[in-house]
């Protein structure tokens, strides 16, 4: 099995503090992204991405 790769803080902020937030927020982001609307924006956002990255791959 392949390790777990070790996250580097170099925010100034505690882990225990970012790892406190991450829980408060998760829950939510899971919720808006099971939604309707939130699976909407996602798709939005691919396609963007996808039209992003193919404009830089090809060559001008």
């Known amino acids: 099995m392949g390790r777990k790769k070790k996250l580097i803080n170099n925010s100034g902020i505690p882990d225990h503090e ?3 937030i991450a829980r408060c927020l ?3 982001l899971q919720a808006f992204y099971e939604s309707e609307e939130g699976q909407k924006e996602f798709v939005e956002w691919k ?3 996808d039209a992003e990255q193919s404009r830089k791959a090809t060559p001008a």
Do not use: F, T
């Open 26 to 28: 998760l829950p939510e």
């Open 47 to 49: 396609k963007k991405r």
């Open 18 to 20: 970012i790892e406190k």
